[in-house]
């Protein structure tokens, strides 16, 4: 039971880890001010609700970080650039499904700003395959959501595997009964597979869909990407 624990708190641990990929603009000859307006009115047109703070702005004069509630998962950063520019500094902090979102949010707020006009464009994504993908294994949906997104430059082969020898141990780990029976996934193996199968992709569903309401949202507006 001890080397059961261990495990799960290991790989959970393991998934749970966050990682941040930045992204930044400069806008010329535009003002802290002006700056500001123009990533508010991006970031309303997103519907991407945020705070606002002039603490903690690693050097910027001002950080806008996403709501908790929100799709989005972003820090922004606004500071001044010599002497009539300004810059902007995106972080997206990503737990399995946030990817590059920073790049994403960078090329709108130029676009936004009429800086410069990009030629990639993506496809929605279906919330019933998102979802069936997910059920069927977290690393498909994993997959499913990061090609072919504005979001996909984060995502590795190495992330997919993972997530599909995760989800494979979890359940020959359910099969086996704790380490108390032999490998039995249709007699008492199966309720403990399906709780811990069952337990990952719970985990795993709340991120596909956020993900997929950023990405159809994005889609919708029109809006075209650098990579």
């Not at 946030?98 to 464009?121: N, P, W």
């Not at 929605?124 to 977290?138: D, E, G, Y």
């Amino acid at each position: 039971m001890k080397v059961w624990y261990l495990t799960v708190l290991t790989l959970v641990g393991t998934f749970c880890e966050v990682f941040a990929l930045n992204s930044v603009i400069e806008l010329p000859s535009r003002s802290v001010a002006e700056s500001r307006q123009i990533l508010e009115s991006a970031l309303n047109r997103l519907e991407a609700d945020y705070s606002i703070s002039e603490e903690n702005t690693s050097g910027f004069s001002v950080k806008y970080t996403s709501a908790w509630y929100s799709p989005y998962s972003y820090d922004i950063f606004i500071g001044p650039f010599g002497d009539s520019s300004s810059l902007i500094r995106a972080e997206s902090s990503f737990m399995w499904f946030q990817g590059s979102m920073s790049h994403a949010i960078t090329d709108i707020v130029s676009q936004t700003a009429e800086l410069e006009t990009f030629k990639k464009s993506y496809d929605s994504k279906n919330i019933f395959m998102a979802n069936a993908l997910t059920l069927l294994s977290p690393g498909f949906g994993y997959w499913y959501m990061n090609s072919d997104s504005p979001f996909g430059k984060g995502m590795s082969f190495l992330t997919v595997t993972a997530m599909l020898g995760t989800d494979a141990f979890l359940l020959w780990t359910g099969a086996k009964t704790f380490y108390t029976h032999g490998f039995d996934p249709t007699g008492d193996g199966l309720v403990a597979m399906l709780i811990l199968g069952g337990a990952f992709r719970l985990m795993v569903l709340p991120g596909v869909n956020m993900q997929l309401i950023a990405h159809n949202r994005m889609v919708s507006l029109g809006y075209k990407f650098r990579f």
